[in-house]
């Protein structure tokens, strides 16, 4: 059982260690910016804009080039393909907009979901094949993490012991290849909100999940201190009628991790899943003030949280670009103060902060 064959050396572990350090610093979290081609171009579409290379580049400009102070609440900021490639319209490449500001620069690098033949919808991720070889470019290309998104459902027998199974073990294995070339991975078991569901069944589900992706994170001998969790917090289902205050919500998402997540895990960056943007921000800061030892930064790596007021504002008009940076700061400093257990609501949210953000069956 002694482990023969280390996979990483000390300056390798040293190295993913202190990426995660930096990404989940005190108040910092994520901007989740990875939206695929597709993706982005139901987000374009929703504020009457063509799905084109020009748009989607623009409008990752508004986000990349918002103020200085902008490095104070975000540690990291994830990518897709396209965009790490880009520049902005003065010629600086986005990559570089972003490190210089000391952020860390992360990759999505999964490729989408597909069926898992015989159950109910349920599935997993592909996305391995050349794997070593793209992280490898990513790295030289910049990025120092990545991301990989699983998806579980809550419903009748879901999910499946096959779906629990098959998604830990993809997402150790995208780990274990991350990390041989020095990327730090965030490991994604997104458990959707769809369904009628309780808390506590929500819960249930997510501790099992969460064991589960432990146990194939040390079988692959994955170095956790160079590792971060991206996990759905613990809500009920989204059509469901029970109501819970964000104290509930708070204590049964920090239960769940106790459980399951080992504390040699360095952060915890929550996705928004369709939660409006001032509930994300006020579960955070709940998540962050209850009264537990809680051995890992609780933090934020939100897309739509952090998002839909920006496009709202920005509504594809020149004219409305500072706005729609001053909105985009306004939400990444309220979610810094969240994942301090310091965020405070007061009557101004956001052009879109109240608002749902589900959507059914979510993809990335
Ligand atoms: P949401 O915050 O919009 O759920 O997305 C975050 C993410 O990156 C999902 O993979």
Redo the contacts with the bound molecule.
């Keep these: 059982m002694a482990p023969h064959h280390p996979a990483l050396t000390p300056e390798q572990k040293k190295e993913l260690a202190d990426i995660a350090q930096r990404i989940v610093a005190r108040g910092k979290g994520i901007l989740?910016a990875?939206e695929s081609v597709g993706t982005m171009g139901k987000r374009l579409t929703q504020i009457g804009l063509e799905n084109t290379d020009e748009h989607r580049r623009f409008y990752r400009e508004i986000l990349f080039s918002g103020p200085e102070v902008m490095k104070d609440c975000i540690g990291g900021v994830?990518f897709f393909h396209e965009t790490l490639y880009q520049k902005a319209a003065n010629g600086t490449p986005f990559v570089q907009m972003i490190r210089d500001r000391g952020i860390v620069v992360g990759i999505k690098v999964d490729t989408g979901v597909v069926p898992l033949a015989g159950t109910n919808g349920e599935t997993t991720t592909q996305g391995l094949d050349g794997l070593a070889e793209r992280c490898a470019q990513y790295k030289k290309d910049g990025a120092d993490f990545a991301?990989w998104?699983c998806v579980l459902k809550i419903g009748h027998h879901m999910p499946s012991h096959l779906s629990i199974i098959e998604n830990a073990n993809v997402l150790a294995r995208y780990a274990s290849i991350c990390q041989q070339n020095g990327l730090v991975p965030i490991v994604?078991p997104?458990i959707l909100p769809d369904g009628d569901h309780d808390l506590k069944t929500c819960q249930h589900v997510t501790e099992k999940v969460l064991a589960a992706c432990y146990k194939a994170l040390s079988d692959h001998h994955i170095y956790l201190e160079g590792t971060l969790l991206?996990p759905n917090m613990v809500t009920a289902g989204h059509s469901s009628t029970a109501k819970y205050t964000p104290e509930q919500v708070a204590m049964a998402t920090v239960t769940a991790l106790r459980r399951t997540v080992p504390p040699a895990v360095p952060g915890v960056t929550f996705?928004?899943?369709?939660q409006s943007e001032e509930d994300?921000s006020i579960h955070l800061s709940a998540i962050n003030k209850v009264p537990l030892h809680k051995p890992w930064a609780l933090t934020f790596?939100?897309?739509?949280?952090?998002q839909a007021s920006v496009l709202k504002v920005w509504a594809g008009k020149k004219e409305n670009v500072k706005a729609a940076q001053t909105e985009f700061m306004r939400r990444a400093n309220i979610n810094g103060l969240a994942a301090k257990g310091e965020y405070h609501p007061v009557a101004t949210a956001g052009s879109a902060a109240g608002e749902s953000?589900f959507v059914a069956n979510?993809a990335?």
Aim: hydrophobic residues 30%; proline residues 0%.
């Design positions: 989740a990875d994830i991301k998104r994604e997104e991206k996705l928004s899943g369709g994300a790596s939100y897309g739509r949280a952090l953000l979510h990335y």
